[in-house]
């Protein structure tokens, strides 16, 4: 199946540079090769040496803890969440046919909950005295 995706214009800079140093010459030969010049055959193999040799991963966290490549898709969705994006334009950004499928991917932190709902209920109520009574957040 193919997918539309929205890029950055740093992004296509970025591919553009990237097409100069690789043997791209045609569509669909490979821009990101592997190492003998053929097709990467799990991306996930990739960025979980990198995230080890980085220190994200470092081996002895519970598999839930671990950073994936897959954890880019949760933290995309619950971004966009975060920051009031229709459910349905994020269901069309991740490429999901359904809203439904699109809402299993966003993770709310609490506090960041918390949070705005304490602005939220500031700004409704900015011409009134008030005292701080926020309470402590988690970290």
């Not at 970025?14 to 100069?20: A, D, K, N, P």
């Not at 803890?65 to 459910?87: C, E, G, I, L």
Request: charged share 20%.
């Amino acid at each position: 199946t193919s997918r539309k995706f929205y890029l950055t214009k740093a992004v296509v800079q970025m591919f553009q540079e990237r097409l100069t140093l690789s043997s791209y010459t045609k569509p669909g030969d490979l821009v990101f090769p592997n190492r003998n010049g053929g097709k990467v055959a799990e991306m996930g193999d990739v960025f979980a040496r990198c995230f080890k040799r980085i220190g994200l991963n470092k081996g002895d966290e519970p598999a839930q803890d671990k950073v994936v490549f897959h954890t880019f898709r949760h933290t995309f969705a619950t971004w966009h969440a975060q920051h009031s994006t229709p459910m349905s334009v994020l269901a069309e950004l991740m490429g999901h046919s359904i809203t439904k499928t699109t809402e299993r991917y966003i993770q709310y932190a609490p506090k960041t909950v918390i949070r705005d709902a304490i602005g939220f209920y500031a700004g409704m109520h900015e011409d009134q005295a008030s005292i701080d009574v926020t309470p402590a957040l988690p970290e």
